[in-house]
């Protein structure tokens, strides 16, 4: 389908869908027809990731085997399109593809348009598909804008039709931010949503339903399923179709509070004997065919923690807190070499945030540092994220963590503002070693935002290892708050390019700020 898009920053307001319509000229031969039967189509719309000052990976999903072409522009008329040869579309990547397009110019307004064509008959092609991005710019003085928050679909809530479907993402794109960063839980692969849910005031929640959200993701075209899902979204489909990403994954890609090595199942509804590991192969496949992410493709580990560029004023530091952690445990061991990052991506972490010369370092976390996140099993006192709950000295992977901001601290490294979803709450955390049992680090701050539609959660308790000091919190008081009644949030980080200054705004679902917070560059203590 055609979808109508709103533009972006210097570019006029209006439809992208329009120049849809146009005539295309072609290196395939003369111009092709558009939107006959049986032409390859793209219902799915299109995405963009990863996007820099010179190159950006663009999305789509066919439905039919397809050869992927791409034409950049300037301009929403098309006038001298430049075009991009992109992948066979097939079975074999559920006929999804990426195509990267590089040499682009910094700090411009990209429009793309995507083609399907026959395999067979280069001339047979879908009607195209529209979508915009904006290239990182080299000059400071333009800033930055961005969003974050995280979790998508979960605890059974899904696409609510009557509510307006995921409308969050209508309030992110009015923002008009220059990219997305999704925490994790992009999907909920352990989570069925069924065609209805009971509310409080004994209505009902209604849910768009498919087959693959009728049981927990087991095989590969059942989690290729769960990201499929969310397309069905036309809110989210628009959003695309106009904020590039920047993807990182948790644990609900895979199940909940999953750690590698992890064997669960007692026959329902996993089967007994199932290996975590083997099921994380088959998300990160899916994952990797579902998002234009740049470094999943072409890395036996499929890796996904990575450092996003944008400009003189911001690096982005994707980290991976799920693949490579120990095991979920009471956390309180005195040496624990493996943490939650494991020692690569430790080091890899330590290593480029020496190196970054960018004004502002914003680590993206899919799990919060001084937040209590439990994972009791068997009655046991087991943790998922870093913290504990024992306000002491660092223990388990607290003792990598404190390696980090000692790192930061002795390497003079300024600027670094830590974001990230997970625990289905907005609030925001200050770290100061005043404060804290563990000293040896700068003070930094810490924002949470999320859920994006999932079941909303009290807030979480704070372990006070690290000092923080809750400033802002707004959760519900029940459990599992349906997107119906509210408690839906994302954050906003905006840069400003002539002071440097770096202001975070809390917002809820319909873009109502909650909290305000200016963080001024090159200063510790904030």
Wanted: charged share 25%.
């Amino acid at each position: 389908m055609s979808l109508s898009f709103p533009g972006r920053r210097s570019v006029l307001r209006g439809s992208l869908a329009a120049s849809a319509a146009l005539t295309l000229p072609t290196a395939l031969g003369a111009a092709p027809a558009f939107a006959r039967s049986g032409r390859p189509r793209a219902d799915w719309g299109v995405q963009a990731g990863d996007v820099t000052a010179d190159s950006g990976l663009v999305w789509v999903r066919s439905d039919r085997p397809a050869r992927m072409i791409v034409e950049t522009s300037a301009t929403e008329s098309f006038r001298n399109p430049r075009r991009w040869r992109g992948p066979l579309l097939g079975a074999d990547s559920d006929f999804t593809g990426t195509t990267r397009l590089h040499g682009l110019p910094s700090g411009e307004q990209i429009h793309y348009r995507v083609l399907l064509a026959d395999p067979d008959d280069p001339r047979r092609t879908g009607e195209p598909v529209t979508g915009t991005f904006r290239t990182a710019s080299t000059r400071r003085r333009d800033g930055v804008k961005f969003l974050w928050s995280g979790d998508l679909a979960g605890q059974g809530w899904g696409i609510n039709e009557s509510i307006g479907g995921y409308r969050i993402f209508d309030a992110m794109a009015r923002l008009d931010p220059d990219f997305f960063l999704c925490s994790g839980d992009n999907i909920y692969a352990d989570g069925v949503i069924s065609a209805t849910q009971a509310l409080p005031d004994g209505s009902l929640y209604r849910n768009v339903t498919s087959e693959a959200k009728s049981h927990v993701a087991l095989t590969l075209d059942d989690f290729r399923g769960n990201f499929r899902y969310n397309l069905l979204d036309e809110a989210l489909r628009r959003f695309n179709a106009q904020v590039p990403n920047v993807i990182q994954w948790d644990d609900h890609e895979v199940r909940n509070n999953w750690y590698p090595g992890e064997v669960i199942g007692t026959g329902t509804p996993y089967p007994a004997g199932t290996r975590l590991d083997d099921m994380a192969v088959r998300s990160r496949r899916a994952f990797s065919e579902y998002f234009p992410v740049s470094t999943i493709s072409g890395r036996p580990d499929g890796r996904i923690y990575r450092v996003h560029h944008h400009g003189p004023l911001l690096d982005v530091f994707v980290l991976d807190m799920r693949t490579y952690r120990n095991a979920n445990s009471p956390d309180d061991q005195t040496t624990d070499p493996r943490g939650i990052l494991g020692a690569e991506q430790l080091a890899w972490l330590k290593r480029e945030l020496s190196r970054s010369r960018a004004v502002w370092k914003v680590i993206a976390a899919d799990m919060p540092l001084g937040l209590v996140v439990p994972d009791p099993v068997e009655g046991l006192a087991n943790f998922e994220a870093v913290a504990q709950g024992d306000p002491g000295a660092p223990l388990g992977r607290e003792l990598q963590i404190a390696e980090l901001l000692r790192h930061i601290k002795h390497r003079g490294i300024t600027g670094t503002v830590w974001l990230t979803a997970d625990v289905h709450h907005t609030s925001a955390q200050h770290y100061d070693p005043s404060r804290a049992a563990f000293k040896d680090f700068a003070p930094f701050w810490e924002f949470v935002s999320g859920p994006l539609n999932a079941g909303a959660f009290p807030a979480s308790a704070l372990d006070g290892t690290f000092g923080p000091d809750r400033v802002f919190v707004k959760a519900p008081t029940a459990s599992n708050v349906s997107p119906a009644e509210g408690y839906q949030f994302f954050g906003e980080v905006d840069i400003d390019g002539d002071s440097g200054e770096l202001t975070v705004r809390l917002r809820e679902y319909d873009g109502t700020v909650l909290f305000t917070r200016t963080l001024r560059p090159g200063r510790v203590g904030q």
